[in-house]
């Protein structure tokens, strides 16, 4: 933000210009001129303080995968996957540090990857403060964290360091360069040279994050195959579900309240006026407009899945609406900022019906995700990356990426087709990127036997052969001690 000036040569003819008008005009001036660089200084440190506050709430989500996942494996695998939560967090915070962030936004480079700010060298500038690696640091662990939930209660523990150590520090970072840094090749930021002359709009990873962390937890999970019993011989399904539905609503409720900081703080500030100073609209009113169609997104996937599912199964079933209304937060992610509310309605309805038929597509191929993760970031991320292709708002495109005249917008808004094709584009780099880098590590750890446990280990469980012991003690009273004696 540029600070107001004043100029005691032109003040001071306005004051008469007597013997004291130069001192007045001086005086005046300077006065001024204070003010105006706290104006400065407050909002950098209202934007800045947005900013760490979204960042914390996103990684408040880290709690809520925490929780979700533990309440959908098996209690013997409990404190496993508590484990790989808490450690996609620190193994990513030390990676991304060191390179992953310079990978991502490293700026000026090249169109493929960063090379700036390695170990945040020349930390804060201009263009970066920490606040802001602080943000990014929580959307790459989100995407780790995604991976876990696709290979729990089965994988080895070193090979969830390996995998974790190699998405938050390369895989993820490539991928936020090209869509999110003003020098990726798809990026909508580019001065010049946009990709079909849109760039994608992906504004908080529908396809960076959730679709980058699916189809790495897709690899890991089909590599390393189903857990045992899951299929019979005839190859039917065999239900295994989660021990505590408790977790996955508190989980649920957890990663509700952080998108608030994923969708509504990718903003990244929120002091701007759109036009003309001193109105009641401005970046302000697109971040509560973000919180709102988050909000419907999630809404409409959830009672979608419920009444869906209840044809399907003849259940009320809590764990399936909630898995609902997370996918319909993941197909919204990428396109809030730039849809009415009444079309996020319309992305949670169509979510709740990918994930759906992803699930039941998984179960005909034996593909085995104990947590739906890969169906749900993978299959509601994709749809959410085209949803903002058909449904984005000349208006809202403008106001969030401007100065660029005639940019393309939603294809059903009128807008053409330029941004669409964008974001195919941008599906099937991410699908071919991650398929290869991640693809491959899992595959060599298979190789090296790195990756799945042994037979007797799994049907132990991962928390009394790998943790030294369960996540929950069980006292029961023994039945040959008497309650209570009866004394004659």
Same mark, same amino acid.
């Given at each position: 933000?540029?600070?107001?000036?004043?100029?005691?040569?032109?003040?001071?003819?306005?004051?008469?210009?007597?013997?004291?008008?130069?001192?007045?005009?001086?005086?005046?001036?300077?006065?001024?001129?204070?003010?105006?660089?706290?104006?400065?200084?407050?909002?950098?440190?209202?934007?800045?303080?947005?900013?760490?506050?979204?960042?914390?709430?996103?990684?408040?989500?880290?709690?809520?995968?925490?929780?979700?996942?533990?309440?959908?494996?098996?209690?013997?695998?409990?404190?496993?996957?508590? =484990?790989?939560?808490?450690?996609?967090?620190?193994?990513?915070?030390?990676?991304?540090?060191?390179?992953?962030?310079?990978?991502?936004?490293?700026?000026?480079?090249?169109?493929?990857?960063?090379?700036?700010?390695?170990?945040?060298?020349?930390?804060?500038?201009?263009?970066?403060?920490?606040?802001?690696?602080?943000?990014?640091?929580?959307?790459?662990?989100?995407?780790?964290?995604?991976?876990?939930?696709?290979?729990?209660?089965?994988?080895?523990?070193?090979?969830?360091?390996?995998?974790?150590?190699?998405?938050?520090?390369?895989?993820?970072?490539?991928?936020?360069?090209?869509?999110?840094?003003?020098?990726?090749?798809?990026?909508?930021?580019?001065?010049?040279?946009?990709?079909?002359?849109?760039?994608?709009?992906?504004?908080?990873?529908?396809?960076?994050?959730?679709?980058?962390?699916?189809?790495?937890?897709?690899?890991?999970?089909?590599?390393?195959?189903?857990?045992?019993?899951?299929?019979?011989?005839?190859?039917?399904?065999?239900?295994?579900?989660?021990?505590?539905?408790?977790?996955?609503?508190?989980?649920?409720?957890?990663?509700?309240?952080?998108?608030?900081?994923?969708?509504?703080?990718?903003?990244?500030?929120? =002091?701007?006026?759109?036009?003309?100073?001193?109105?009641?609209?401005?970046?302000?009113?697109?971040?509560?407009?973000?919180?709102?169609?988050?909000?419907?997104?999630?809404?409409?996937?959830?009672?979608?899945?419920?009444?869906?599912?209840?044809?399907?199964?003849?259940?009320?079933?809590?764990?399936?609406?909630?898995?609902?209304?997370?996918?319909?937060?993941?197909?919204?992610?990428?396109?809030?900022?730039?849809?009415?509310?009444?079309?996020?309605?319309?992305?949670?309805?169509?979510?709740?019906?990918?994930?759906?038929?992803?699930?039941?597509?998984?179960?005909?191929?034996?593909?085995?995700?104990?947590?739906?993760?890969?169906?749900?970031?993978?299959?509601?991320?994709?749809?959410?990356?085209?949803?903002?292709?058909?449904?984005?708002?000349?208006?809202?495109?403008?106001?969030?990426?401007?100065?660029?005249?005639?940019?393309?917008?939603?294809?059903?808004?009128?807008?053409?087709?330029? =941004?669409?094709?964008?974001?195919?584009?941008?599906?099937?780099?991410?699908?071919?990127?991650?398929?290869?880098?991640?693809?491959?590590?899992?595959?060599?750890?298979?190789?090296?036997?790195?990756?799945?446990?042994?037979?007797?280990?799994?049907?132990?469980?991962?928390?009394?052969?790998?943790?030294?012991?369960?996540?929950?003690?069980?006292?029961?009273?023994?039945?040959?001690?008497?309650?209570?004696?009866?004394?004659?």
């Amino acid at each position: 933000m540029a600070a107001y000036t004043c100029s005691a040569t032109e003040l001071h003819p306005l004051l008469g210009g007597g013997a004291n008008a130069t001192a007045a005009a001086e005086y005046i001036c300077g006065r001024f001129e204070a003010i105006s660089n706290k104006l400065v200084d407050t909002t950098y440190a209202v934007d800045s303080t947005f900013l760490l506050f979204s960042a914390y709430l996103v990684f408040a989500m880290q709690l809520g995968f925490a929780m979700l996942c533990a309440g959908s494996v098996r209690a013997k695998n409990t404190m496993n996957i508590m =484990l790989t939560n808490v450690l996609d967090a620190a193994t990513g915070g030390i990676f991304f540090y060191v390179f992953g962030f310079a990978f991502a936004f490293g700026t000026p480079s090249n169109g493929f990857i960063g090379k700036h700010f390695f170990g945040l060298e020349k930390f804060p500038s201009s263009s970066f403060d920490y606040g802001y690696f602080l943000f990014q640091w929580a959307f790459a662990i989100a995407a780790a964290g995604i991976t876990s939930g696709s290979i729990a209660e089965r994988t080895q523990f070193v090979a969830y360091l390996i995998y974790s150590s190699v998405l938050t520090g390369l895989v993820y970072p490539v991928v936020a360069h090209w869509f999110w840094c003003s020098d990726g090749w798809g990026s909508a930021a580019r001065g010049e040279g946009l990709l079909f002359g849109s760039g994608v709009i992906d504004f908080a990873g529908s396809g960076v994050v959730h679709l980058v962390g699916a189809v790495a937890g897709f690899w890991g999970a089909l590599i390393e195959g189903p857990r045992i019993g899951r299929f019979d011989h005839n190859g039917k399904a065999v239900p295994m579900k989660g021990h505590s539905g408790t977790l996955v609503v508190l989980g649920t409720f957890l990663l509700w309240f952080g998108w608030y900081g994923f969708n509504p703080g990718s903003f990244l500030n929120i =002091l701007k006026a759109y036009g003309e100073s001193g109105s009641y609209y401005g970046q302000w009113s697109a971040v509560g407009r973000t919180a709102v169609t988050t909000t419907l997104a999630g809404c409409s996937a959830a009672l979608t899945t419920l009444f869906a599912k209840r044809l399907q199964t003849g259940h009320w079933n809590v764990t399936d609406v909630c898995n609902g209304l997370l996918g319909g937060f993941a197909a919204i992610t990428g396109g809030c900022a730039v849809v009415d509310p009444w079309a996020a309605i319309i992305c949670g309805f169509v979510a709740a019906w990918v994930l759906i038929g992803f699930n039941l597509l998984a179960e005909k191929l034996k593909y085995d995700d104990p947590l739906e993760a890969a169906q749900l970031h993978g299959g509601c991320g994709t749809w959410g990356i085209i949803f903002t292709a058909l449904f984005a708002k000349k208006e809202y495109v403008n106001e969030v990426y401007p100065g660029l005249a005639n940019r393309p917008y939603g294809l059903f808004m009128g807008g053409g087709g330029r =941004l669409l094709a964008a974001h195919v584009v941008q599906i099937l780099s991410i699908i071919g990127w991650v398929s290869v880098t991640i693809g491959a590590v899992f595959f060599m750890l298979f190789k090296l036997e790195l990756l799945r446990t042994s037979h007797d280990e799994e049907m132990a469980g991962l928390d009394l052969t790998s943790h030294g012991g369960m996540a929950y003690e069980y006292h029961e009273k023994d039945e040959r001690k008497p309650v209570f004696e009866v004394t004659v």
